[in-house]
């Protein structure tokens, strides 16, 4: 009721994995395909839509095992050193203004 086709969309189509961003996506992937089809053994309805599911569950599960053997080679986007330095010192300024606010009497 919000517009969209049920099924599987083209948007979901498994690729190989180039970082491990692109892997979280193809955990997500086979999550979502993995609770249509389980939906679908529930409420049956379209064979065709279930053969497609089965086959990119496939394809997915080949793309992430690939994507775990060569781990070592996976690009990683994200710098969980820095993050964290920045949320140190946020955390950090908070507590100084937190202290401060106190000293003049402000909760």
């Not at 979280?24 to 609770?35: A, G, H, S």
């Not at 679908?40 to 053969?51: D, L, M, Y």
């Not at 994200?78 to 402000?106: C, L, P, T």
């Amino acid at each position: 009721v919000n517009g969209e086709v049920p099924g599987l969309h083209r948007t979901m189509r498994p690729k190989a994995a180039t970082s491990f961003d692109h892997l979280t996506n193809l955990c997500n992937i086979y999550q979502e395909i993995d609770l249509f089809l389980w939906l679908h053994g529930k409420f049956p309805s379209n064979a065709v839509e279930q053969i497609s599911a089965l086959s990119m569950k496939q394809d997915t599960i080949n793309f992430i095992n690939d994507a775990l053997h060569k781990a070592d080679k996976l690009s990683l986007n994200h710098d969980y050193i820095s993050k964290d330095m920045r949320v140190k010192r946020a955390w950090s300024n908070e507590k100084i203004e937190s202290k401060m606010n106190q000293s003049v009497g402000f909760k």
